[in-house]
């Protein structure tokens, strides 16, 4: 008989030291994130990529290679299968003859974090966890403090009180133990740390628990998989703590050893980031295997607004290992990004989201990317989640009465 | 070789006239709705439900029963195929041992308006529409104007200037013509017909153009098929103009005729509607076939505020004809619903969608419903398009530095 799932142990990717994945554990002692390790071998011999096909479309179909070993502790909301869409008229525009977006705004609570808050939260209930904290920008708080509720774990999440209203709404409903600060993401870690240490509190932040990458890492086997187990050329990542790229380098190279993919070019994984926070573009650029502390770190796309990840070091790992590279853009250059997307091709992304297709475009113009190359752009977000971004003017207000000719320019309305 | 479409007419059902389908159609001469007709005998002798299996799980995996004849002109944004999810915590609240959501939220612009756009845009494109316009209180007008980006057809959408910000936005980003006006969205109604008269552009009001009951309808389709091809006993829906629950009954039909369903008892179908907006309500009451204008409006839930719905008949009829009601609750009993949701079972819904919570407790407490149905409560947008629903309030506010304990209740920061 199957198994369930296959893990077998957590590793630190630093030291190589082992942890029993039947208890909690956070970060290794030597500092570093765990990743949870399978018994693939096993997993190959038992198991084929057939057996997928007739399976929900979640994220859970892939079972056997996420970390929760009862099927009844998952907690889910239908989290997962996302569109992967081709985008003919932007593609066009960009000089790409096969462009897609993996949408992760199609999800609940909008954003991509949700995948790591549906794996994260059901281990944590495996494990007995009936209390966890984390600081968050704003979207990881929303999606923990959600799931947190369906799996009766009480949730407490600190925010700065300039992350997204709609986050902490999100939060509040939910019934989570919201908090807010007068400072920045590192003061709300400030205080999760001392509820860790005095409290015993499970800590939920960024990669000090290791289940939320196996999470974001089914984004790499729904691209494979939707591509009809084809691997694309090139893979555009907006990248703050970079979870995501991590774990989808980490789905490739389970893919391979599963025999899910056959052996060959990998594909090339590409951090990008903005000009306003781009520790991983200067680390790449110099050959670095870690980045350094950005100081004064600002852009609107406030999810990849990390001065310093706890995981550079295994970000610049998947890129330098694929053959990709790390790329800035612009605030300009995002947001123009945004606008584009949504007027060609309907999909009203998020900021960060929208740096992958900036970045897209650069990269085709320096020849980087050639035409003929299946990129796929991973739009972490809904749109509909940053309001802000989106600025209207001249938008005509007219009174009952007033008409518009076809040309609609003639309205007797005043303008707003 | 099987076809697409099986798409043979339009038809009145009120005075039984035929339309040819290869034309752009609005309106029957006798002022009623137009309804889509299929082959439905011939399709049941080429296609049968087994061959869907495989397909993409967005709605157009039920193109022999959609009106787009070819292929090429579908426009989608990967939507359909939204979470079918047991609500177990929340049925023990209510006394329902198969209590569901059907969650909408989780689709391209975050509501079922969506479905109406994919299907009414991608046949408008087929007909060779080049502009279109309609009046609307938000969601409806966001998802055609970013499908006909999409499709490169103009869509000049006229909204209150009291509809949510987000949708405007939405609409503006999607490179729509925009226009908000001082007033209601009848006054916007009547900004559309003069345009429809005097310029020729397609009318995509409510159901004025016959395509979007056919976007809706996939709704019942994927009930039915993701419980595996059964029907449940109750399906409530919010209702405001009511093209989901006609589209759902429409469904039902056709999937009797196609033999998909086993003939029998049909799901009871229940409107739900606010007390600020109840014309169906009092309609169903006095047992009437059509309703009377609901003179002064309101409720929170903006998409159900419809005084006077061009459907009526047709929502009636799918009510009585499945042994349904219609019932109405306060807009305290909606936002304790959508409260209650999120904290039980981790789903931010729209209040619409709370509706149908309250609608199912206040029925099952009234024994209309019983324990062991299994009933299936459909919530029609994500609750993140409705920041104005969640009032926060007593939330702390820390200054950096200060600390949490265990109870989390002992902060030495301010309220907000």
Same mark, same amino acid.
């Given at each position: 008989?199957?198994?369930?799932?296959?893990?077998?142990?957590?590793?630190?990717?630093?030291?190589?030291?082992?942890?029993?994945?039947?208890?909690?554990?956070?970060?290794?002692?030597?500092?570093?994130?765990?990743?949870?390790?399978? #018994?693939?071998?096993?997993?190959?011999?038992?198991?084929?990529?057939?057996?997928?096909?007739?399976?929900?479309?979640?994220?859970?179909?892939?079972?056997?290679?996420?970390?929760?070993?009862?099927?009844?502790?998952?907690?889910?909301?239908?989290?997962?299968?996302?569109?992967?869409?081709?985008?003919?008229?932007?593609?066009?525009?960009?000089?790409?003859?096969?462009?897609?977006?993996? #949408?992760?705004?199609?999800?609940?609570?909008?954003?991509?974090?949700?995948?790591?808050?549906?794996?994260?939260?059901?281990?944590?209930?495996?494990?007995?966890?009936?209390?966890?904290?984390?600081?968050?920008?704003?979207?990881?708080?929303?999606?923990?403090?959600?799931?947190?509720?369906? $799996?009766?774990?009480?949730?407490?999440?600190?925010?700065?009180?300039? $992350?997204? &209203?709609?986050?902490?709404?999100?939060?509040?409903?939910?019934?989570?133990?919201?908090?807010?600060?007068?400072?920045?993401?590192?003061?709300?870690?400030?205080?999760? $740390?001392?509820?860790?240490?005095?409290?015993?509190?499970? #800590?939920?932040?960024?990669?000090?628990?290791?289940?939320?990458?196996?999470?974001?890492?089914?984004?790499?086997? /729904?691209?494979?998989?939707?591509?009809?187990?084809?691997?694309?050329?090139?893979?555009?990542?907006?990248?703050?703590?970079?979870?995501?790229?991590?774990?989808?380098?980490?789905?490739?190279?389970?893919?391979?050893?599963?025999?899910?993919?056959?052996?060959?070019?990998?594909?090339?994984?590409?951090?990008?980031?903005?000009?306003?926070?781009?520790?991983?573009? %200067?680390?790449?650029?110099?050959?670095?295997?870690?980045?350094?502390?950005?100081?004064?770190?600002?852009?609107?796309?406030?999810?990849?607004?990390?001065?310093? $990840?706890?995981?550079?070091?295994?970000?610049? /790992?998947?890129?330098?290992?694929?053959?990709?590279?790390?790329?800035?853009?612009?605030?300009?250059?995002? &947001? /123009?990004?945004?606008?584009?997307?949504?007027?060609?091709?309907?999909?009203?992304?998020?900021?960060?989201?929208?740096?992958?297709?900036?970045?897209?475009?650069?990269?085709?113009?320096?020849?980087?990317?050639? %035409?003929?190359?299946?990129?796929?752009?991973?739009?972490?977000?809904?749109?509909?989640?940053? &309001?802000?971004?989106?600025?209207?003017?001249?938008?005509?207000?007219?009174?009952?009465?007033?008409?518009?000719?076809?040309?609609?320019?003639?309205?007797?309305?005043?303008?707003?």
């Amino acid at each position: 008989m199957t198994q369930f799932s296959y893990i077998s142990h957590l590793e630190c990717p630093k030291c190589h030291k082992h942890y029993d994945a039947g208890q909690i554990q956070q970060l290794c002692k030597c500092g570093s994130p765990l990743l949870v390790r399978y #018994d693939l071998e096993k997993a190959k011999s038992e198991i084929s990529k057939a057996a997928l096909s007739n399976r929900p479309k979640n994220l859970w179909r892939y079972h056997e290679v996420l970390p929760v070993v009862q099927k009844e502790h998952i907690v889910s909301l239908g989290e997962g299968g996302t569109p992967l869409q081709p985008l003919p008229k932007l593609g066009a525009e960009y000089g790409l003859n096969h462009l897609y977006i993996k #949408d992760e705004g199609i999800i609940p609570t909008g954003s991509f974090k949700t995948r790591g808050a549906s794996v994260g939260v059901s281990k944590a209930k495996e494990l007995g966890v009936v209390r966890l904290a984390m600081p968050t920008n704003g979207n990881a708080g929303a999606a923990w403090a959600l799931y947190c509720a369906k $799996a009766d774990i009480q949730a407490t999440i600190v925010m700065p009180l300039d $992350a997204p &209203l709609i986050t902490r709404k999100e939060v509040y409903i939910a019934g989570g133990d919201l908090h807010l600060i007068n400072g920045l993401i590192s003061d709300a870690g400030k205080v999760v $740390a001392h509820l860790v240490q005095q409290e015993g509190v499970y #800590d939920a932040s960024t990669l000090k628990e290791p289940y939320r990458i196996e999470g974001k890492k089914t984004m790499g086997y /729904e691209i494979v998989e939707q591509l009809g187990w084809k691997v694309p050329d090139v893979i555009l990542y907006p990248t703050g703590g970079g979870v995501g790229i991590i774990g989808i380098y980490k789905a490739l190279l389970e893919m391979l050893e599963l025999g899910w993919i056959e052996k060959g070019k990998l594909p090339r994984l590409v951090a990008v980031q903005a000009e306003g926070c781009a520790p991983i573009v %200067e680390a790449w650029k110099k050959g670095e295997k870690e980045s350094v502390f950005f100081e004064n770190s600002t852009t609107s796309a406030f999810g990849i607004n990390v001065p310093k $990840a706890l995981g550079d070091f295994l970000v610049l /790992e998947a890129v330098y290992n694929t053959g990709g590279c790390a790329i800035a853009v612009s605030e300009e250059e995002l &947001l /123009e990004s945004q606008k584009q997307v949504a007027s060609f091709e309907g999909n009203f992304i998020c900021p960060e989201g929208a740096a992958t297709f900036a970045a897209a475009r650069k990269l085709r113009e320096e020849g980087w990317i050639r %035409e003929e190359e299946l990129v796929v752009c991973l739009n972490t977000g809904a749109g509909i989640k940053y &309001l802000e971004t989106v600025d209207i003017h001249g938008v005509q207000i007219l009174q009952p009465g007033d008409t518009l000719n076809a040309k609609s320019s003639s309205g007797n309305g005043g303008r707003e």
